[in-house]
């Protein structure tokens, strides 16, 4: 590599002699315009690339939608500003949501899937790293990005099919709710660098879909589970053994026949509370409603 090549990304730092003296091409006029020229597309560029969309006006954005939208606290959204929305974690959304984006777009069932949980996590860790204070609507906003989460990332309760529905240009269905033509804005509005403001408020649109109020208007599920938790076997089931012996034949499902679990391990506190913990939430969904599964 010559010496004029490698001065060419430095030439307006050097002084003019060394480089006049150094590569003589460099010396002319012209050269100097396109050095500066260069060097204000480059930083241009870079700034363009590090702004993108910036994370408290698609937060502030997102809160005025859902307002607008009947969920209240519209003049929270005044209080999401820069200064509690740091660049680098804006940055890190960015970063997640192209991931999820990218994900999507490969158009299979696995891909939405993985595709969801990215979009809906970032947004999760956007609102817990930002530091505009205890607003309920962000809190309402995490809240709903979590249940498309939950429904996204899990299967059925028979392990057999997922929650999501796909047909790549045709539907999408997340847990029964229809999501294809908000989910459509969304990625319309990242793709073609719309507005921050317009991104906001498709993505609150798509979030309002996992609302909780949303889940009463959502038709009852049918339930293939037992009738309800037999009394038999309740003090069984709240004891450290029990669950010493449920988790090692979960390991050695998975390829681990050591047992490792030991009965030291549980304490018998931890075993009632998982034990109390386990008969609530199936009978909370023997309730055969949309929202009774989804809390269960």
């Given at each position: 590599v010559s010496r004029c090549a490698v001065a060419r990304p430095f030439a307006m730092a050097w002084p003019t002699a060394f480089v006049r003296r150094r590569c003589?091409?460099?010396?002319?006029?012209?050269?100097?315009?396109?050095?500066?020229?260069?060097?204000?597309?480059?930083?241009?560029?870079?700034?363009?690339?590090?702004?993108?969309?910036?994370?408290?006006?698609?937060l502030r954005a997102a809160v005025a939608a859902a307002a607008a939208a009947g969920a209240g606290g519209a003049y929270e959204a005044e209080q999401i500003t820069e200064s509690c929305v740091p660049q680098s974690v804006s940055t890190a959304w960015q970063?997640?949501?192209?991931?999820?984006?990218?994900?999507?777009?490969?158009?299979?069932?696995?891909?939405?899937?993985?595709?969801?949980?990215?979009?809906?996590?970032?947004?999760?860790?956007?609102?817990?790293?930002?530091?505009?204070?205890?607003?309920?609507?962000?809190?309402?906003?995490?809240?709903?990005?979590n249940r498309l989460r939950v429904l996204a990332s899990v299967r059925s309760l028979a392990q057999l099919t997922p929650t999501v529905k796909y047909e790549p240009l045709q539907s999408l269905a997340v847990g029964d709710v229809d999501i294809h033509s908000e989910l459509n804005a969304v990625l319309i509005a990242w793709q073609l660098k719309k507005p921050a403001e317009t991104l906001g408020g498709e993505l609150a649109m798509l979030l309002l879909k996992f609302a909780e109020d949303a889940a009463d208007d959502q038709p009852e599920v049918t339930s293939t589970l037992p009738p309800a938790v037999p009394p038999q076997g309740l003090e069984e089931r709240r004891t450290p053994m029990f669950w010493v012996t449920a988790m090692n034949?979960?390991?050695?499902?998975?390829?681990?026949?050591?047992?490792?679990v030991r009965e030291e391990c549980?304490?018998?506190?931890?075993?009632?509370?998982?034990?109390?913990?386990?008969?609530?939430?199936?009978?909370?969904?023997?309730?055969?409603?949309?929202?009774?599964?989804q809390q269960g």
């Amino acid at each position: 590599v010559s010496r004029c090549a490698v001065a060419r990304p430095f030439a307006m730092a050097w002084p003019t002699a060394f480089v006049r003296r150094r590569c003589p091409r460099w010396s002319r006029p012209s050269s100097w315009i396109f050095v500066f020229f260069f060097s204000i597309v480059r930083t241009a560029g870079q700034e363009e690339a590090q702004e993108g969309f910036p994370a408290h006006v698609v937060l502030r954005a997102a809160v005025a939608a859902a307002a607008a939208a009947g969920a209240g606290g519209a003049y929270e959204a005044e209080q999401i500003t820069e200064s509690c929305v740091p660049q680098s974690v804006s940055t890190a959304w960015q970063g997640r949501f192209q991931s999820g984006v990218d994900e999507m777009l490969k158009k299979t069932k696995r891909s939405m899937q993985r595709g969801l949980s990215e979009l809906s996590q970032g947004t999760i860790d956007l609102v817990d790293q930002s530091t505009c204070g205890d607003l309920v609507a962000l809190a309402r906003l995490k809240e709903q990005a979590n249940r498309l989460r939950v429904l996204a990332s899990v299967r059925s309760l028979a392990q057999l099919t997922p929650t999501v529905k796909y047909e790549p240009l045709q539907s999408l269905a997340v847990g029964d709710v229809d999501i294809h033509s908000e989910l459509n804005a969304v990625l319309i509005a990242w793709q073609l660098k719309k507005p921050a403001e317009t991104l906001g408020g498709e993505l609150a649109m798509l979030l309002l879909k996992f609302a909780e109020d949303a889940a009463d208007d959502q038709p009852e599920v049918t339930s293939t589970l037992p009738p309800a938790v037999p009394p038999q076997g309740l003090e069984e089931r709240r004891t450290p053994m029990f669950w010493v012996t449920a988790m090692n034949r979960v390991l050695s499902r998975l390829g681990d026949p050591s047992k490792p679990v030991r009965e030291e391990c549980i304490t018998e506190a931890s075993a009632r509370e998982h034990a109390e913990s386990v008969e609530a939430a199936i009978n909370t969904m023997m309730e055969k409603s949309q929202r009774g599964m989804q809390q269960g």
